[in-house]
């Protein structure tokens, strides 16, 4: 017994110091696998999760945090040779643009997160404009809706798709006011004037971000472009923009301060410069006013190489100066140009730059992983499941269907023209865009699909089934002058009971890099309408574009025109919807038509001048108009026809205190149900600055009945009718105000009063 207990305490011992040996090994092992492995343990983000990760990063990861490279997609197994992957393995990308699905973010996310020191996620980014695969109207389109909750909810379904495909950011709204339809990125924009386009800027950020951006379906916005871009000299694309800080303030201004007001994430700088400094390296833009004034607490990424365009502009001397004035100025993300990857460093070693600023850069980019959730679950974007039931789903179709019908405007519909009768047994569809997949989706289509759009002629099919032959014939091309197509289109007219002319422009010309000198249809589209309009069939055209036209010609020949913009995905449903009275269209314009581009810049909220037109004498010279041309547009801003028709009576304005009620009456006295959307417009007759002839102050979209009236009631505050002066302060003038109520800009009734 005694020999067998010695020899259990001699293995007994044996074991022990076995033990503690492999045990060693194993905490030596472990230590240095902590020392290989990423540390992607801080603790729960919160207050010091940012500083305590700041204080662990090199200078080196500190400005990788402050790169935003751009990806095509790629074969997920071919991701180790591409230059993505080099450049993430080394921790130098903070955020990546253009890469989409959940299987190729998850790679890169992976090698973010897995195979870099501190496992910092990285930030993917994409144009999501107007729509991800589900493709709503363009944003000009939709803003014609003047439905701020439908402009809401096509936002939060482009965000419901975008994050089930594996995206946190999208480059959106487009806040930009704009007065040149030659400029192509209207397209991307709610029209020109500040009420509405703040309004419309506040929506799509509540879209996008939600309530909550912690969640897996909401993402981050980016309004852009800062600031003033819509101004683009001769609306050339990318041109210089030359404005006093008075008009940038009152015109420009406020729909990125509402973008701010929602708490949107990120802000995008512009291209052009603003009091002679291009906005990349604008320290009064972006620092002065957006920091210290309006306080926004986002961070801020330059529009793809503005760094670098800070040479041609002959603001920087090379791109290390570039870099240095960027940096100074208030840019936390470089977009694309690697002007910071590349230079920074040198410039904090040569102490031109110093490290507390590159901190501060590197500090908003970090808290916004942090409030999007991504420390907590980098790959929360990437749950295969959602991409089945998330994307293209029967909702967001239905939502697209309806945004497409809302945001169709009713230009001319002489002797009921539309809705297309019921007795109508054959249709002539004739048009370079009656079956045009692509050209449905627009410019900026993001992972749009045109093989499931749904043309012009298919929903025109759809709608009536076998009951209606239905053909179509393309007549001309959109942009050549052959004409050889007319005969079969005018056979085809003369054979068919009703006859719809599909024209405008392609999808590609507008949106960026898209800038025209003719506004006109393009190409001999024209002519193909004169000629089968001299048919004398009943014809209705059904306009396809991304910016007013000069369509004079057009309007003196069709008895009906319907605008519908790029409708996106279900164009073609929504648009049969309202050519067959299955919607009472209720659009109205928000960027107004010119008669000829000599108009233009044209825009309803003007300036009087010395020398105003006199109604009462026309052709009297010598005052401000045209000897070619009258001074009024084709079509105003706010305009836009209904099935029925409208009558507005009764205005009353009474002053309370600091508040002024509006009141008028608006009957339906046509022969269908509609709705209209009655439009508030103020004129301060007399001011210390001079005032515009008018201003949208308010609007309501409302149904009403066929016969029914129904009263609607405005409230404004003095800080309503408040304007800024050349200090940039902000303050109301007493005096005389004329109060205009209508459905739309010109024609509406008005009563002046006093104001103390």
């Given at each position: 017994m005694k020999l067998i207990q010695q020899s259990f305490t001699a293995s007994r011992n044996s074991i022990w110091k076995r033990s503690f040996i492999y045990t060693f090994f194993l905490v030596v092992v472990l230590l240095m696998a902590c020392d290989q492995q990423p540390e992607t343990t801080f603790g729960k983000p919160g207050d010091k999760f940012v500083e305590t990760l700041l204080a662990k990063m090199t200078l080196e990861e500190k400005i990788g945090?402050?790169?935003?490279?751009?990806?095509?997609?790629?074969?997920?197994?071919?991701?180790?040779?591409?230059?993505?992957?080099?450049?993430?393995?080394?921790?130098?990308?903070?955020?990546?643009?253009?890469?989409?699905?959940?299987?190729?973010?998850?790679?890169?996310?992976?090698?973010?997160?897995?195979?870099?020191?501190?496992?910092?996620?990285?930030?993917?980014?994409l144009d999501v404009i107007h729509g991800y695969k589900t493709i709503f109207p363009i944003p000009l389109a939709l803003s014609c809706?003047?439905?701020?909750?439908?402009?809401?909810?096509?936002?939060?379904?482009?965000?419901?798709?975008?994050?089930?495909?594996?995206?946190?950011?999208?480059?959106?709204?487009?806040?930009?006011?704009?007065?040149?339809?030659?400029?192509?990125?209207?397209?991307?924009?709610?029209?020109?004037?500040?009420?509405?386009?703040?309004?419309?800027?506040?929506?799509?950020?509540?879209?996008?971000?939600?309530?909550?951006?912690?969640?897996?379906?909401?993402?981050?916005?980016?309004?852009?472009?800062?600031?003033?871009?819509?101004?683009?000299?001769?609306g050339r694309e990318y041109n210089t923009v030359d404005m006093s800080k008075l008009t940038l303030y009152e015109w420009y201004l406020p729909p990125f301060k509402a973008a701010i007001d929602e708490e949107v994430g990120s802000i995008m700088t512009s291209f052009n410069e603003i009091s002679g400094v291009p906005s990349t390296s604008n320290h009064w833009l972006l620092t002065e006013l957006l920091r210290n004034d309006w306080h926004f607490n986002g961070f801020v990424v330059t529009d793809y190489t503005s760094i670098n365009e800070l040479v041609n502009h002959g603001n920087a001397r090379d791109d290390k100066n570039a870099a240095e004035l960027a940096m100074k100025a208030g840019v936390d993300m470089d977009m694309q140009g690697r002007v910071f990857l590349n230079n920074l460093k040198v410039l904090v070693e040569e102490g031109q730059i110093s490290e507390e600023l590159v901190d501060q850069a590197v500090r908003r980019i970090l808290e916004a992983k942090v409030k999007l959730g991504l420390f907590d679950d980098p790959y929360k974007y990437c749950d295969e499941e959602r991409v089945k039931t998330?994307?293209?789903?029967?909702?967001?179709?239905?939502?697209?269907?309806?945004?497409?019908?809302?945001?169709?405007?009713?230009?001319?519909?002489?002797?009921?023209?539309?809705?297309?009768?019921?007795?109508?047994?054959?249709?002539?569809?004739?048009?370079?865009?009656?079956?045009?997949?692509?050209?449905?989706?627009?410019?900026?289509?993001a992972a749009g699909e045109p093989e499931k759009a749904v043309t012009l002629l298919e929903g025109i099919q759809k709608k009536v089934g076998s009951d209606v032959k239905v053909q179509w014939i393309e007549g001309c091309k959109v942009d050549d002058s052959d004409k050889s197509g007319f005969a079969e289109a005018v056979k085809l007219a003369r054979q068919s009971d009703y006859v719809i002319l599909a024209l405008g422009e392609h999808g590609w010309m507008s949106g960026e890099a898209a800038s025209r000198t003719d506004i006109n249809l393009p190409g001999v589209q024209n002519e193909l309408a004169e000629a089968v309009i001299n048919t004398g069939k009943p014809t209705a055209v059904v306009l396809f574009n991304g910016r007013p036209l000069t369509i004079t010609k057009l309007d003196e020949m069709a008895p009906a025109i319907l605008e519908t913009w790029f409708g996106g995905t279900q164009a073609g449903n929504g648009i049969a919807d309202v050519l067959f009275g299955d919607y009472n269209p209720s659009g109205k314009l928000t960027m107004t038509?010119?008669?000829?581009?000599?108009?233009?810049?044209?825009?309803?909220?003007?300036?009087?001048?010395?020398?105003?037109?006199?109604?009462?004498?026309?052709?009297?010279?010598?005052?401000?108009?045209?000897?070619?041309?009258?001074?009024?547009?084709?079509?105003?801003?706010?305009?836009?026809?209904?099935?029925?028709?409208?009558?507005?009576?009764?205005?009353?304005?009474?002053?309370?205190?600091?508040?002024?009620?509006?009141?008028?009456?608006?009957?339906?006295?046509?022969?269908?149900?509609?709705?209209?959307?009655?439009?508030?417009?103020?004129?301060?007759?007399?001011?210390?600055?001079?005032?515009?002839?008018?201003?949208?102050?308010?609007?309501?979209?409302?149904?009403?009945?066929?016969?029914?009236?129904?009263?609607?009631?405005?409230?404004l505050?003095?800080?309503?009718?408040?304007?800024?002066?050349?200090?940039?302060?902000?303050?109301?003038?007493?005096?005389?105000f004329v109060f205009f109520v209508g459905g739309n800009s010109q024609d509406n009734l008005q009563k002046t009063i006093d104001l103390k």
């Open positions: 945090q402050l790169n935003l490279v751009a990806s095509s997609d790629f074969v997920t197994g071919d991701f180790e040779e591409t230059d993505i992957a080099k450049i993430t393995k080394e921790a130098k990308a903070g955020g990546i643009l253009n890469i989409r699905s959940v299987e190729r973010i998850r790679t890169v996310q992976k090698a973010a997160v897995e195979e870099t020191r501190l496992g910092i996620p990285v930030l993917f980014g809706s003047f439905d701020l909750g439908l402009i809401e909810e096509t936002a939060r379904v482009a965000a419901q798709e975008s994050t089930a495909d594996g995206l946190a950011w999208t480059y959106s709204p487009m806040v930009d006011i704009s007065r040149d339809p030659r400029w192509g990125r209207v397209a991307e924009g709610a029209g020109e004037d500040t009420y509405l386009g703040s309004l419309i800027a506040k929506a799509y950020v509540r879209g996008y971000q939600g309530n909550d951006l912690q969640g897996n379906n909401t993402m981050m916005a980016c309004v852009k472009h800062f600031a003033a871009y819509g101004a683009a000299e001769a998330d994307i293209m789903n029967e909702n967001q179709l239905a939502v697209a269907r309806e945004s497409v019908a809302k945001s169709c405007v009713l230009l001319k519909n002489e002797n009921k023209t539309l809705p297309i009768s019921k007795n109508v047994k054959s249709i002539a569809i004739i048009g370079p865009l009656g079956n045009s997949k692509k050209d449905m989706l627009g410019n900026w289509m038509f010119p008669r000829n581009l000599g108009q233009v810049p044209v825009y309803y909220n003007h300036k009087n001048t010395g020398r105003p037109l006199d109604p009462e004498r026309p052709d009297f010279k010598y005052l401000s108009r045209y000897i070619d041309s009258p001074n009024n547009p084709l079509y105003p801003f706010g305009y836009g026809l209904s099935y029925t028709t409208f009558q507005y009576s009764d205005l009353t304005v009474n002053s309370e205190g600091e508040q002024v009620h509006i009141s008028v009456s608006v009957a339906n006295t046509g022969e269908d149900d509609g709705e209209e959307v009655v439009q508030l417009y103020v004129q301060d007759k007399v001011g210390t600055i001079t005032r515009p002839v008018k201003e949208l102050k308010g609007f309501k979209k409302l149904m009403i009945k066929k016969g029914e009236s129904k009263t609607i009631d405005f409230t505050t003095k800080d309503d009718l408040a304007f800024y002066h050349p200090d940039l302060s902000k303050s109301y003038e007493p005096g005389e």
